[in-house]
């Protein structure tokens, strides 16, 4: 599938990058990152891009900015899960082709992260493409037994956890809440027949009236979405990789199950060094949600001229690990922020640039701490307005750094 075209990233050339350090919720810890290898989990694309994708889009972007600042070769993957249970759903209740809604969505979708100048990923892949790839991984789980099938007709493969040594890792969850997060996200706890309540879909076999496709010796039918992403990303980016990220909504069962296909089938662990997620984003009070019908769609902001700066602004004014709201004000305040940015980035000097630089990598080196480095960059703009400093490369050092490291053009 086809990527959004790039951004304009410039190198920096100055100072020393710092290395960066990324909270991993297996380790429940923040560790230095190992290689640049970064698979991102990508949308379903059955409803236009809302604040909650763009908040972690964003947060995948700095780690990806970070790594090519210290001069890491990043390979990035994001999917696109342009067949599953939503997506069908939503077209049945529109009486719209799936494969239209689907592509609509996804063209929106690039032209919103073209927009947030998010750098692409090296690859973006769907799901249908491959499903092919994806069959042939799943047959071999079910030739060592690792995979089973339903005994009831259906066609429908499993995954048996028990055969999953590190299950659980990820997610350091009790079973009690396993089986809460499984049913409320997809999963199918009272399915009968199945090894084991939490043991997840792998293939779900053809439907009347559903979509499906040749699976070789798994029969027809379609892949369920923890075995997409993990045979997108091994096939891409190899056994093991860097980081997975995600909303913190995929904490469980997704990433979970994921690691635990990855690993079954390279077996090597773990399948990925940090797993890392990006907090929710609120409105009114309440998590943004498709359920709940409370979405702010980047598209819409667009469309009424809300500078995308702006936008990346306010997303990165709090952590992204915390759950978050989206409030006018907080708009509001991104807005004369970047407003106040773009003055004294065009003022004819200010104090030290190069001390800003640093504090910029340094807060964004532990843990992508936006607010340190948004602070910096304030107490820089507030006195090179007020006329302190007289370093005259101080301006074009200061938007570069806030160009290359926050992805926010000036
Ligand atoms: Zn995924």
């Known amino acids: 599938m086809e990527s959004w075209s790039p951004a304009n990233v410039p190198a920096l050339k100055i100072g020393e990058p710092v290395p960066l350090s990324l909270y991993d919720a297996s380790r429940q810890s923040v560790e230095p990152t190992e290689g640049s290898s970064m698979y991102v989990c990508g949308i379903t694309p059955y409803d236009a891009t809302h604040l909650g994708h763009a908040a972690t889009m964003l947060t995948f972007d700095l780690v990806n900015r970070i790594w090519r600042d210290n001069g890491l070769y990043v390979e990035y993957v994001q999917n696109v899960t342009d067949i599953d249970d939503p997506l069908l759903e939503r077209a049945q209740r529109d009486s719209e082709d799936w494969v239209v809604l689907a592509m609509r969505e996804t063209a929106l979708f690039r032209e919103d992260m073209e927009a947030l100048r998010i750098i692409p990923p090296s690859f973006y892949v769907g799901a249908v493409e491959s499903i092919p790839t994806i069959a042939e991984q799943v047959a071999g789980l079910l030739d060592r037994d690792i995979a ?150 980047v598209s819409r902001l667009r469309a009424d001229h809300v500078d995308s700066m702006a936008v990346r602004l306010a997303l990165f004014a709090d ?92």
């Open 148 to 297: 089973y099938r339903m005994d009831d007709g259906t066609g429908d493969l499993y995954y048996d956890l028990s055969k999953a040594p590190h299950f659980g890792y990820e997610s350091h969850l009790t079973r009690l809440e396993m089986l809460d997060f499984f049913a409320e996200r997809g999963g199918d706890p009272g399915r009968i027949g199945k090894r084991d309540e939490l043991d997840p879909l792998l293939w779900r076999g053809a439907r009347e009236g559903e979509p499906a496709w040749p699976g070789g010796a798994l029969g027809p039918g379609r892949p369920g979405w923890h075995v997409e992403c993990a045979v997108i990303a091994q096939t891409l980016l190899g056994p093991q990789i860097a980081v997975q990220g995600g909303g913190s909504d995929l904490l469980f069962p997704h990433h979970e199950m994921s690691a635990a296909h990855a690993e079954s089938l390279s077996g090597k662990a773990p399948f990925a060094r940090h797993y890392t997620h990006a907090g929710m984003i609120g409105l009114d009070g309440e998590k943004m949600s498709k359920s709940k019908g409370n979405l702010v769609f």
């Open 319 to 410: 952590h992204y690990r915390t759950d978050r709201e989206w409030t006018d004000e907080l708009l509001k305040t991104a807005e004369q922020r970047l407003a106040r940015w773009r003055e004294a980035a065009a003022a004819r000097s200010g104090p030290d640039g190069l001390a800003v630089l640093a504090a910029v990598r340094a807060a964004l080196s532990r843990d992508l701490d936006t607010p340190a480095a948004l602070a910096a960059v304030d107490a820089w703009a507030d006195a090179a307005l007020a006329g302190d400093g007289t370093d005259e490369s101080a301006p074009d050092i200061v938007k570069n750094a806030v160009d290359t490291l926050l992805g926010i053009e000036l």
